[in-house]
Nanobody, 121 residues
Framework: QVQLAESGGGLVQAGGSLRLSCAAS?????MGWFRQVSGKAHEFVAG????????VYADSVKGRFTMSGDNAKNTGFLQMNSLKPEDTAVYYC?????????????????WGQGTQVTVSS
């Protein structure tokens, strides 16, 4: 069992930045971020493989979001720049045992409780 704890959400104006953190109780091969708007499905945002540091991004956040990780602390980060109102959502951290980054939420094994990100126009 892996426990995940997200932090760093909040309210920011459009064009601003936020940095989300995800602390994991144990290390797994892949960590990812998803977001969910009320009434809609989880949307893949970014994922990173702990082995080699390869990161994958959704087209909607490429060039604005950067995912990184601190292997020693089992912690992942999502740096979000140039935020837009449409980035408003609850952001969830997830980890996956198998070493591949998948965009389907059902392919991920453990999830955090989520952190709210609100971008005002």
């Amino acid at each position: 069992q892996v426990q995940l704890a997200e932090s760093g959400g909040g309210l920011v104006q459009a064009g601003g930045s936020l940095r989300l953190s995800c602390a994991a109780s144990g290390r797994r091969n892949v960590m990812g971020w998803f977001r969910q708007v009320s009434g809609k499905a989880h949307e893949f945002v970014a994922g990173i493989s702990w082995r080699g540091g390869l990161a994958v991004y959704a087209d909607s956040v490429k060039g604005r979001f950067t995912m990184s990780g601190d292997n020693a602390k089992n912690t992942g980060f999502l740096q979000m720049n140039s935020l837009k109102p449409e980035d408003t959502a609850v952001y969830y951290c997830a980890v996956r045992v198998v070493n591949s980054i998948e965009k389907l939420p059902s392919m991920w094994d453990y999830w955090g409780q989520g952190t709210q990100v609100t971008v005002s126009s």
